[in-house]
């Protein structure tokens, strides 16, 4: 009988111990806190962070983190140029239909002239970005099926966007286009928080059989099909677009009424990319373009020839009315045939392994969450291992932080400067081995740095040794408490 | 012997790139000189569809250009015929001005965007024309 009188006195207590804790005990508990109960208590917290993301903060975070990094250094510094030189997109704007006193849309034998006055510059391959689906009578379809042909005998490969949101049994292209062998790829492109910041890897096939069995996107399968000696890393989840800035300057040519130069000094970039992003971004696309009414003048223009020959030409139009336009972190408002570009861009750039927004190490593939979460734990250790040191030393000498002069203040305060500057070095550090090792992009890591400096700061503060003191307090109690 | 040979030889070679360009000096004004592609199309209308497909030996040469079309086509008489080629396929000797070409940086210029289709539009602005 005595014993259960004892157990409900001590659940009494502990919880009359909830309301009205012992300060004095609480703090000499929390310097006895377990090194243990300080990892596991902050590993909890950035899994929470990371995987729940509470009110969307962190995604949003994450992104805009990864577009400022896009804006101030990986798009004006560090982009190599090496997809530049290998990509075209030939463009039909409003100025093109009025040059040429021609409506919209045109027939199938204005883009098959059009094409043909490309396959006269020896392209490597050309990409229409345009749908051909429509059941619409018009008589010149033909030319266009005839220009498959003409491709097919060049030996230039001629790929079609395809619709992929038909109804049941529609076709995703023009029946007399297919049957002319016309290649299909699927052109879905995603759109993040209303960015483009990633790309599809996968897409449909539209009945064609690749020899690794996988069905890609427009920018994969043309990747794919043309670099065979750079084989596609085995990719899984998608990939994250890295946008150039460095406009070729043949392209400038055709500019009136403003500069396509991004070049300014390296700290004004920094300040505007902070407080007016606006004025750092790109005025002109990264891709080489020039306008179709060129190739259909005929006219031999050298910086077009050179813009075509050898190279992988998207043919696409950019109109108003026509939505077909994307919102990119380093341009704004473009079409969005310059995304299946860039797309295009970064895979040869990266030589089939873009950057992603998951980890693949062997046969496992780890989301970016997870990823993150396994990312921290290292930091988390060192941190507070850190941290317990110190809790031992203020153990041992109770006393020393009452007898602080101005001196000793000021040394402490660069110290917790100190401390979580270490925190952010070791966040970076371990986002950069992500990055360089795993492929795994700025967005996708740059949370382990947020919740580095957040763990920091509540080492800082002892807020694990006050929960753990707390606790402690509530279970046990005040040894005055038992002794009375 | 050798030597003047292969100097006479040179001295009959000297006009040839001449009488080339002016293989159709006879024929005044705007001119398709030869086919430049393979097959050269033929269209009933600038903007209508292919009639005919001519092999380049079988395209006659010189041929006088009877108009051009706002987008480029030109107008010749082949085999008794007035038909449309694209210049793209044709070598030909143009006197007339080419439009010129230029953008506004339309691109990239953040975040507003026109929501009206064009009408008509203007040519480049008259001082910052960009060369055709």
């Known amino acids: 009988m005595a014993e259960p009188q004892a157990t409900r006195g001590a659940i ?59 804006l101030l250094i990986t798009g004006p510094y560090l982009y190599p140029q090496t997809g530049r030189d290998k990509i075209s997109v030939a463009l039909i704007e409003e100025d093109t239909l009025h040059t040429l006193q021609m409506g919209w849309p045109w027939n199938y034998g204005i883009h098959a002239r059009a094409l043909d006055s490309l396959l006269v510059l020896h392209p490597r391959a050309v990409v229409v970005d345009l749908l051909f689906v429509d059941q619409r009578k018009d008589d010149t379809l033909a030319d266009l099926a005839g220009e498959v042909r003409r491709y097919r005998e060049a030996g230039v490969p001629l790929y079609f966007a395809a619709a992929t949101d038909l109804p049941e049994g529609a076709l995703p292209l023009r029946r007399e286009l297919i049957a002319a062998g016309a290649k299909m790829v699927d052109p879905t492109i995603l759109v993040n928080q209303g960015m483009t910041r990633q790309y599809p890897v996968e897409g449909l096939c539209f009945g064609s059989k690749p020899a690794d069995g996988l069905c890609r996107s427009l920018a ?21 677009i890295v946008w150039g800035m460095r406009t070729n300057p043949a392209f400038t040519r055709w500019i009136t009424g403003g500069s396509c130069s991004i070049d300014m000094p390296f700290s004004r970039r920094m300040w505007l990319a902070f407080f007016d992003p606006e004025a750092v971004r790109a005025r002109c696309p ?32 950019s109109l108003e009315g026509v939505q077909d336009k994307s919102f990119t972190p380093v341009n ?47 930091v988390i250790l060192i941190l507070s291992w850190l941290h317990m040191g110190d809790v031992r030393r203020r153990a041992k000498r109770p006393k020393a932080a009452e007898q602080k002069g101005a001196g000793a203040y000021i040394a402490d305060k660069l110290a917790s400067f100190a401390w979580h500057v270490l925190a952010f070095a070791l966040a970076m550090g371990v986002g950069l081995v992500l990055t360089l090792t795993l492929g795994l992009s700025v967005a996708n890591w740059v949370e382990v740095i947020f919740v580095s400096l957040v763990i920091g700061g509540m080492l800082l503060f002892s807020v694990p040794d006050a929960i753990w003191g707390y606790l402690h307090h509530v279970a046990v109690g005040a040894p005055r408490e038992e002794c009375s | 012997m050798t030597r003047k040979f292969l100097f006479a030889a040179a001295l009959c070679l000297l006009p040839l790139p001449a009488a080339a360009s002016d293989s159709c000096a006879n024929v005044a004004g705007d001119v398709v000189l030869s086919a430049r592609t393979p097959e050269v199309d033929l269209y009933d209308a600038p903007t209508g569809k292919r009639v005919n497909i001519v092999k380049r030996d079988a395209f006659p040469a010189c041929l006088a250009i009877a108009s051009r079309a706002p987008n480029m086509m030109i107008q010749v008489m082949v085999n008794g015929s007035l038909v449309w080629v ?5 070598n030909a000797r143009l006197t007339s001005k080419k439009p010129a070409i230029c953008r506004n940086l339309a691109m990239g210029t953040g975040d507003s965007k026109v929501s009206a289709t064009r009408g008509l539009g203007e040519d480049c602005p008259a001082q910052q024309k960009s060369k055709p």
């Not at chain 1, 377990?34 to 992104?63: E, N, Y």
């Not at chain 1, 077009?304 to 030409?313: D, Q, S, T, W």
């Open chain 2, 86 to 90: 694209p210049p793209h396929m044709v």
């Open chain 1, 220 to 240: 994969l399968t043309v990747y794919r099909d043309l670099y065979p000696d750079q084989p596609l890393a085995p990719l899984k989840g998608k990939m994250e």
């Open chain 1, 332 to 378: 704004g408002l473009i079409a969005s045939v310059f995304v299946h570009a860039m797309a295009l861009d970064n895979l040869i750039t990266f030589r089939g392994n873009p950057e992603q927004d998951v980890a693949t190490i062997g046969p496992v593939t780890l989301g970016s969450n997870l990823a993150q979460v396994l990312a921290i734990i290292p």
């Open chain 1, 12 to 70: 009494a207590a502990a919880l009359s111990r909830i309301g009205k804790p012992n300060r004095e005990h609480m703090a000499q508990s929390a310097l006895q806190v377990s090194r243990w109960w300080v990892a596991a208590l902050m590993i909890a917290f950035a899994t929470w962070q990371i995987m729940l993301d509470p009110f969307g903060f962190s995604s949003l975070t994450q992104r805009y983190t990864q577009d400022i990094s896009n």
């Open chain 1, 286 to 317: 990264y891709s080489s373009y020039f306008p179709v009414e060129k190739l259909m003048m005929g006219d031999d223009d050298p910086d077009v020839a050179a813009m075509a020959r050898n190279r992988i030409v998207f043919y696409g139009a």
